[in-house]
């Protein structure tokens, strides 16, 4: 067996999903892990709630990778796991929104709206949550259906958003040092060009096609 | 971009000259002067701990303060491995990992600017120049944490007394230790080194603020500003600079680094001030380490019956 058809064999196995799923745990787990034994440090809530916005920012990349990696390395089966990788990064998001509406604004919901509204990282935080959750909802195959593909599709280009406004809430929040926002910033700044050349090249070949018999007939003519 | 004058160095802005002759001797002597910077610390530190942790010292016959207070402390081991300490990295952890061979042997302080008896002080001749309290103080972090921490020292206006400034003299500037070799993490910290930092006269002269030379009843460790720092409790956590080496009284308003990072975040005086909030986070609450929920923020941090008077007449809101 080819490594190609070795790795698309891997890809389409019922198990990969099931131990994916597990290694996406595994950041819960190291949590959880540390929580028992005092490895949180001296601001457990802080240490949490910066892990957990970092996850979140990792499975919205790891979820925009799935496209353009299955394009370029020509594996169409990855797509078998971007609805769970999404689906964690929502999982992540709620944590580190939970971290923020419990510890921080304790529980009060008057006072969460307030700081929502004042403050800038805040309300971009927040809009990038708002945003995801939708597309958690209508992930199921039954809300495709409702939708329609076209439709779905549309309405979850919203993670270009989320993980955009996931960035910019990062950088606002660091003091000086924005080596780690960037970082993200970076790497969310490549998925999406490559989406725009992509459908460039793509409506290119689309015009060209429609061009291209009467771009004959002119020649022929002339 | 600020651009520093050369005259701004002083000696004691320099590595020690031990410092510097024993790294090359033992570069040399292991014959990896081409090692990564990173293998040879980790070298450094297997081969010449001695040499280079200076043991804390003890200190016994600690005067107590009235002006401690009585709240829970919090253990040595959050205070020491929960801080900021950007020379050493950004990350709350990277004081403890990344100061560990920190030297602070042969220190000095030098004291200028407009005084009548400018001078040198060393370690020695600071532990001696009053008597050592230990003050237990709550100290508010701007990013809305906060810790309270049994401090040693004494009074700064103790020291300024010594060195009798000059009617001029309306401003205090603070200058940190910097020395990229020894804190190459700093380069990244996106703040401009030496670290400076100012208090107004009657500022340093009040006697809250804390010369401070210990904590926990022994001598400071580095990644909390060995050997000497400033602790100035109504302000907000990075206005008590670290790693002291020149104190210099001036006529004008030093500048500060945190101000000239970002002007509208970072203001001079940078009091404890739960109504002045941080444009992009509230200060009206602070999570005290240990606990989960946020408790409120008080004015001042809780020192207003020492320190509101100094500010009577004053906008706070311009003032931050």
Known sequence: MSWYSRVRALLTSKWTKVVLFLVCLIPLGGLTWRALHHGLGANPVEFIQLATGRWTLRFLVFTLCITPFRKLLNLPDLIRFRRMLGLFAFFYVCLHFLTYLGPDQSFDLGGMWKDVAKRPFITVGFLGFLLLVPLAITSTAGWIRRLGGRRWRILHRAIYFAAIAGVIHFYWKVKSDVRSPLFYGALVAILLLWRLGDWFSRRRSVIAAKLSPEGARVDTAR | ?320
């Open chain 2, 1 to 320: 971009m600020l651009i520093r004058k050369a005259t701004d160095l002083t000696h004691a802005d320099i590595t020690p000259k031990s410092v510097y002759l024993d790294r090359r001797k033992f570069l040399r002597a292991m014959g990896i002067a081409g090692a990564t910077a990173m293998a040879g610390r980790c070298f450094f530190e297997l081969a010449t701990p001695a040499q280079t942790i200076l043991a804390a010292t003890k200190f016994s016959g600690l005067a107590k303060s009235p002006f401690s207070t009585t709240e829970k402390q919090n253990s040595y081991d959050d205070v020491t491995h929960y801080n900021n300490f950007y020379e050493f990295g950004t990350d709350k952890s990277d004081p403890a990992k990344n100061s560990k061979n920190f030297n602070t042997s042969n220190w000095t302080v030098s004291v200028e600017g407009e005084v009548a008896k400018p001078r040198k002080f060393t370690m020695d001749e600071i532990l001696k120049l009053a008597p050592l309290e230990e003050r237990i103080y709550r100290h508010r972090c701007v990013e809305a944490w906060s810790i309270v921490v049994p401090w040693i020292g004494f009074s700064f206006s103790n020291l300024v007394k010594m060195v009798e400034p000059t009617p001029k003299a309306q401003f205090v500037a603070f200058q940190s230790y910097y020395d990229p070799r020894q804190m190459p993490q700093g380069r990244w910290a996106g703040i401009e080194f030496p670290y400076v930092e100012g208090l107004r006269m009657d500022e340093a002269m009040n006697p809250l603020t804390l010369l401070c030379v210990g904590m926990y009843g022994e001598s400071l460790p580095n990644q909390d500003g060995a050997p000497i720092r400033m602790v100035i409790p109504w302000k907000y956590g990075f206005k008590s600079i670290k790693s002291l080496v020149k104190i210099k009284f001036q006529q004008k308003m030093p500048p500060t680094t945190w101000n000239l990072a970002a002007p509208n975040e970072y203001g001079f005086y940078s009091n404890v001030n739960p109504i002045v909030d941080h444009p992009r986070w509230s200060q009206a609450k602070e999570r005290r380490l240990g606990e989960i929920f946020k408790r409120s923020t008080l004015m001042f941090n809780g020192y207003g019956d020492q320190v509101a008077s100094m500010y009577s007449g004053m906008d706070l809101k311009k003032n931050y």
